[in-house]
């Protein structure tokens, strides 16, 4: 039984030997715990081994090997119990889905849930404090405002207004939740890319986090904020702009995520861009004939439209908590979604 040092020793030298995907010429060496795993595509022989059988066989006594002599060694050897091959071969099928890019372009299901959840959980941030959590030029616009008080009409007006504060707040928050987006720029990642199933499951799950934060922060909040007319905005103690700061966050992630996709959902939570787009397409009135780009935008506005509906519809009924609260359990739903997204063509 090889000792710690012998075992990562050994995982070691099998790293070093098969750095590169797998070949159709030379067979391949993969290294999983503690089992080794042998390639022959060309052959078409695939073997499973645990490293004590390599190391008993003297493979630990050598300095380097090529991957060939990897595999003859390791068919001199009994070949491994059944059940635990199909243990690892499971394993190993799961980490090759999760690590392997998704096809925007057949991943509408997912993509106009976004667009879903612009118009739902817009209109929830919207109601309680007139503040458009995914939508930031007005916020933008917003705090221009703020700043021209400072030297304009007869007397400065230095004072930050409740609507300064909620646009301030949603805002920072919705830049800190797309520069998380920056994971997608780590080089040679096999979790952190932009079109990685793994990180469009984690990203969707993380808004959803965000947004049952957003939830409990509302529920902690002041009573009856959630307002129905343009009277006194709600979400002014601390608990409130957490709230918004949450979501606006969550929203800002979710945007970050489309965009890098590039497809014709690039963006989830602008839609100017996209009416201008629907407006100037000569097809668009051609509803005979299927055309991916203007139907992808029609379906964004569609279920943008949906969205702020149902949220509406189910924060006059159960508040601003519980609404938020399904909107999390939703994007749990998104985040299964991508499980399931088709996978990127390889183009050999």
Known sequence: MPNVSQTNRMAGVLTHLSPRPISDERPTTRLIDDTCITIDVKNERTRLYNTDQLEGAGYGSLDSVAAEDVFSLAASLPPPATAAGQ???????????????????????????YCFMTGYIDTVSFSACFSWC???????????????????????????RMQDKHALVSFLSFLAGGALGRFTNIENSSIFGAKKRAWLFLATLATALLTLAGSIFANASKPDVFTTDRGEAGWTDMFGFLALGCISASMGLQAIVATRLGS????????????????????????????????????????????????????????????????????????????????AVVNE
């Open 87 to 113: 243990h690892v071969a499971m394993r190993f099928r799961v980490l090759e889905h999760l690590r392997a890019d998704i096809d925007p372009y057949r991943a509408t299901i997912p993509l106009i849930c």
């Open 134 to 160: 995914a939508f930031q030029t007005g916020n933008t616009i917003l705090l221009g405002l703020a700043i021209a008080r400072l030297f304009t009409g007869p007397e400065i007006d230095a004072a930050m």
């Open 264 to 343: 014709h959902f690039a963006t989830s939570v602008v839609l100017t861009t996209i009416w201008v787009q629907i407006v100037s397409e000569p097809s668009i009135i051609k509803l005979n004939r299927r055309m991916l780009a203007r139907d992808s935008w029609l379906l964004a506005v569609l279920f943008v439209l949906i969205g702020g509906i149902v949220g509406h519809a189910l924060g006059n009924t159960i508040g601003d908590s519980s609404t938020l609260a399904m909107g999390a359990g939703i994007r749990v739903l998104i985040a299964i979604l991508w499980l399931f997204a088709p996978a």
